[in-house]
């Protein structure tokens, strides 16, 4: 089923089993604390549908994002705003689906730190990235909470100290973005991406995803046996697994049941 919904600076669409969220808000995105919550809205709206089984973060503006509304940063105004800024980021570090994003254009301040959660990072040649906020007064939350594990310690201080901007093959080099394509194939690197996620089961993804999540940072042996335990006990015991086994050996395209 497709369907749209608009409300205010960000679309809600699903697509043939994937969330799609547009940031709309010429010309570059920027991030007052209504559109994260607008943003919150549709990554809940993405975790609650059992059917899908990708969420895929866009722009429509030429920017990603240019970052946050550098007037919602006044201390009087912070509480609110980072309230918001919270519940944006606990969405969508908990999210049991595959989280895309596309960036063509500047990703920068809070709109960098936003392209941080991606799974699966896509950028155009033209993409830039980059924390400036150390250069007014400010530090990134998510930059220092986050980005070390992603790029590295030294070059995650690096990135968030300096403020300078980063074009997609730096990161990509740095290993935050997962593929740097021409900018007029940004679309159809995306779609091949979505076409690979949506082979698997729904519930399967989810499982997938959710432990990733969970079992992230601990060791490894502990890990493992929580994984092998999920194995048995929960996923052995799905009509998708029977049906993933049956269309394997009849070599046909697997009809899932979603549970």
Do not use: C
């Amino acid at each position: 089923m497709n369907m749209t919904m608009t409300t205010g600076a960000v679309r809600y669409e699903v697509r043939e089993d994937v969330a799609f969220l547009t940031l709309d808000a010429p010309p570059v995105n920027v991030l007052s604390a209504a559109m994260m919550g607008e943003l919150a809205n549709g990554v809940e709206r993405a975790q609650a549908d059992r059917s899908l089984k990708a969420l895929v973060l866009q722009s429509a503006a030429r920017a990603f994002s240019a970052g946050a509304d550098v007037g919602e940063h006044r201390p009087e105004e912070a509480p609110e705003m980072i309230a918001t800024f919270s519940r944006l980021f606990a969405a969508l570090g908990s999210v049991e689906l595959p989280v895309v994003m596309a960036v063509d254009g500047a990703a920068l301040g809070a709109g960098f730190e936003l392209v941080m959660m991606a799974d699966v990072l896509l950028a155009s040649e033209r993409a830039t990235f980059g924390q400036p906020e150390i250069r007014i007064g400010f530090f990134a939350p998510v930059g220092v909470a986050l980005l070390p594990a992603r790029i590295g310690l030294a070059r995650a201080i690096e990135v968030t100290s300096t403020g300078r901007t980063y074009t997609a093959a730096e990161m990509h080099t740095m290993g935050l973005v997962s593929r740097v394509v021409p900018e007029a194939g940004l679309s159809a690197a995306l779609e091949q991406v979505l076409g690979d996620l949506r082979r698997a089961s729904p519930l399967v993804m989810r499982m997938n995803v959710h432990l990733s999540r969970r079992l992230l940072g601990l060791p490894f042996e502990e890990a493992r046996r929580e994984a092998e335990r999920v194995f048995l006990g929960e996923l052995m015991v799905t009509e998708d697994v029977r049906e993933g086994i049956a269309s394997f050996f009849e070599k046909r395209r697997p009809l899932w049941k979603n549970r």
